[in-house]
């Protein structure tokens, strides 16, 4: 699943992100695979608000679809 499919407030684990101009800068901030974010909000653009290692951030729709995301069960959060 995509970090643009998800639902605000949906916690999730990074599996993957997608190469390109997007990736160095993503992995500066912390978005690498392993991490653990909320969705803290969705803007009518698409873009999606994430909160990550104590840090909110705001992507971009085209920035959010190359982030591939697990849902984490709510039994385990």
Known sequence: MRL???RE???VRV???AGGAAL????R???RPGVRLRVTGRAAFGGVAVAVAGARMVLDA???RRVGVAL??????
């Open 15 to 17: 599996v993957g992100v």
């Open 4 to 6: 643009s499919q998800c």
């Open 29 to 31: 901030v912390g978005l």
């Open 72 to 77: 984490i069960p709510q039994h385990v959060r």
């Open 9 to 11: 407030c949906a916690e």
């Open 62 to 64: 085209a920035t959010a």
């Open 24 to 27: 160095p800068p993503l992995l």
